[in-house]
């Protein structure tokens, strides 16, 4: 039946009220399923872009984190360098020092010994000046020996014919003493001249060690010039001609030498790390040269000498020329250059 009572006559007219009644809910669920989707869609596009930004800022991070350690280690490189080129200097002062200090000893060394000749020559004038004093009284003694002869001789005039014979004695006993007066009046004058001279020559010593004292004052301070002259001609000279030397790429060897109870002392140490072991010359020499043999980028040798080392500038001189000269990499250049250059030289020589 339909609305106002009458019948449905249509061909599947209950069919068409089922369907009108199924499309609406279809619809609606449909509905709700789509808004759920846009919304885990809103959801999940919200949450993909906090993602995102976490991501860009950690990536940022990151790059910012790599350039520090960059940064720091540029900065430790030049460090490491500063401090290796500042460590050689103070070797390089320390053996100066040891130099000077020698050469202040062999100084002083004359200076004692120009003290006690001035010391002898100085005895030495005491002592003829005791001669002298000693001629003065011998001769105040002959001069009363002469007086009292001649009171004789005038008692002998007096008696002279009785004492003609005593005359004749007398006489020739005065010419005796004259003679004897007269040499020891010649040797008190040449002991005078002596004495003389030896103020004149004790003078001279004296002017002489003042003159060698402020000459020595005026090397040390032009030493001083020099060595600093020296330095900065130096340090251009390097950065015109070639490299610094330098450990960076190189094998670091250190070396400490120093004397204890009158015997070498020798300990070392491999890449800087670590505590130093002792070791014996020859060992070392055979350590570096192996070392040397399997390391192609050359060794770094570094040599220290500790306070109070106990060692001459020569001993320091000769260890230090030794180990570098053989094993070190720049100085190797260096020997190699100059063998080089004297191979040269006849080759030039022969040249027409």
Do not use: C
Not at 43 to 51: D, F, H, Q, S
Not at 101 to 108: A, F, I, S
Not at 221 to 232: I, M, W
Not at 275 to 296: C, F, H, M, W
Request: glycine share 4%; no cysteine; charged share 30%.
């Amino acid at each position: 039946m339909s609305q106002g009572g009458f019948t449905d006559l249509r061909l599947n007219g209950g069919s068409n009220e089922t369907q009108e009644g199924f499309w609406p809910s279809f619809t609606d669920i449909m509905t709700v399923v789509v808004m759920i989707f846009l919304i885990a869609m809103v959801v999940l596009l919200v949450r993909n872009m906090e993602l995102v930004n976490q991501l860009r800022a950690t990536m940022e991070a990151e790059r910012i984190a790599a350039e520090l350690a960059r940064a720091t280690g540029e900065e430790k490189d030049s460090l490491s360098s500063a401090l290796h080129r500042a460590e050689e200097r103070v070797q390089q002062m320390q053996l100066e020092m040891m130099r000077m200090q020698e050469k202040g000893l062999h100084n002083e060394s004359q200076i004692a010994e120009q003290l006690r000749a001035i010391t002898g020559l100085t005895n030495e004038r005491n002592d003829l000046a005791q001669q002298a004093a000693q001629l003065a009284l011998l001769r105040q003694r002959l001069e009363a020996d002469v007086e009292k002869r001649q009171t004789q001789l005038t008692e002998a005039l007096r008696n002279i014919d009785n004492q003609q014979l005593q005359l004749s004695a007398a006489q020739r006993s005065i010419v005796t003493l004259e003679e004897g007066l007269q040499q020891l009046r010649t040797r008190y004058s040449e002991s005078q001249l002596e004495s003389e001279r030896l103020q004149r020559t004790v003078a001279e010593q004296r002017q002489s060690l003042d003159e060698a004292r402020q000459e020595s004052l005026e090397y040390e301070r032009r030493y001083l010039v020099l060595a600093d002259d020296f330095d900065s001609l130096k340090v251009k000279y390097d950065k015109l001609v070639r490299p610094a030397r330098s450990s960076s790429g190189r094998h670091l060897i250190e070396v400490r030498y120093w004397k204890e109870d009158s015997a070498y002392q020798i300990s070392w140490r491999e890449g800087g790390e670590g505590t130093y072991q002792p070791i014996s010359r020859g060992q070392l020499d055979k350590v570096l040269t192996r070392l040397a043999q399997e390391n192609t980028n050359g060794l770094y040798v570094k040599v220290i000498f500790p306070e109070n080392s106990g060692l001459s500038y020569n001993e320091a001189w000769e260890f230090t020329s030794h180990l570098h000269s053989n094993y070190d990499y720049y100085f190797k250049a260096e020997e190699e250059a100059k063998a080089m250059q004297e191979v040269q030289k006849p080759q030039e020589k022969t040249e027409p």
